[in-house]
């Protein structure tokens, strides 16, 4: 949030993109044990991406003159037939 404020983002209308998570060096360190023993003590950290941008604004698509249908004289044919056989 801070990055978008410090690049003039307006905060609202972010969106996440892409999140990826990946593994970092994990760090080595010893606890030690009972009697003299000493046990590995290790942890897992990752690097975290998050890519955010903001929502466009939705444009309306002009409306388009209707062109005629174009039908096949197989199609022209059922639509002159009568549906019921009323005669």
Do not use: W
Not at 18 to 30: E, K, L, T
Not at 55 to 81: H, I, N, Y
């Amino acid at each position: 949030e801070s990055n978008a404020e410090f690049k003039n983002l307006d905060t609202e209308n972010l969106t996440i993109t892409h999140i990826q998570v990946s593994m970092a060096q994990q760090g080595r360190r010893r606890t030690f044990r009972a009697h003299g023993r000493v046990n590995a003590y290790m942890n897992c950290p990752c690097h975290v991406e998050m890519l955010l941008e903001e929502k466009e604004e939705s444009v309306e698509k002009p409306a388009e003159e209707s062109k005629a249908k174009k039908f096949t004289k197989k199609q022209l044919a059922k639509r002159r037939l009568k549906v019921g056989g009323d005669q």
